[in-house]
């Protein structure tokens, strides 16, 4: 949550800005979301943003991401108004300080089997390190993690996980396996996956998650 003065009325106005500790660059943040944008209330002061993976905000190999257990980030908006661009900054830098520690970063390995269609069942291998440490109070209808999608469409786990589930990390490319049913997925190669959590999106293992759709 962004809050603060200034901010344009469009969500999707504001840029998010985050300048490295490590390397002293400024990034562009990717764009709000649409779920992001719907919750947010700029006119109230109040953006709803969930950070990018480390992976596609660096776009760096893994072999460097590893170097660091940790990175730093000073956080800023950069609303896109009539008159031009003002940089909003925090009076207090550590209210918008942000760290991504690797310990709190899950990992998406792979999902089987690769060929997926509407109503078909998937098994999905991750690592929440952790993760888990971090969530409160779930209520019934809640799962320790928000959503998964693949295609940009929800896989339903209502049969398989529960409030109650605990996937606990660090066990490597074979930490957790779960199964849900794929929503209505349009045909195509190399459909996207994706999986969120409260502290925001996992890291998914690029090359092994290739897969495709098939419409039977």
């Known amino acids: 949550m962004v809050k603060g003065h200034g901010l344009n009325d469009n969500p999707q106005d504001n840029y998010i800005m985050l300048k490295s500790k490590e390397f002293e660059e400024k990034l562009f943040s990717p764009i709000l979301t649409e779920d ?11 953006i709803t ?7 596609d905000l660096l776009q760096v190999p893994d072999e460097f991401l590893n170097a660091y257990s940790s990175y730093t980030f000073t956080l800023t908006v950069l609303p ?4 031009g661009v003002h940089e909003l900054e925090c009076h207090n830098v550590d209210y918008c300080t942000i760290v991504y520690q690797q310990s709190y970063t899950p990992r998406m390995h792979y999902i089987s089997p ?3 269609y509407a109503d078909s069942w998937v098994q999905m291998w991750f690592d929440p390190k952790s993760t888990n440490s971090l969530i409160e109070d779930l209520q019934d209808d809640e799962m320790a993690f928000i959503n998964a999608k693949v295609g940009g469409q929800l896989i339903d786990f ?4 529960s409030s109650e589930d605990f996937f606990s990390g660090y066990g490597g490319i074979a930490a957790v396996v779960t199964t849900g049913q794929v929503g ?3 045909p195509g190669q190399h459909l996207k996956m994706s999986m969120l959590w409260e502290v925001g999106d996992t890291y998914t ?5 290739t897969h495709c759709s098939y419409d039977n």
């Not at 992001?36 to 109040?46: E, I, K, V």
């Open 36 to 46: 992001d944008a719907f919750t947010s209330a700029p006119a109230l002061g109040m």
């Open 49 to 55: 943003y969930r950070l990018p993976p480390l992976h």
């Open 114 to 116: 690769p060929v997926v």
């Open 158 to 161: 209502e049969e398989t996980i």
């Open 184 to 186: 209505e997925v349009q």
């Open 80 to 83: 896109n108004m009539e008159h």
């Open 205 to 209: 293992d690029g090359p092994m998650m």
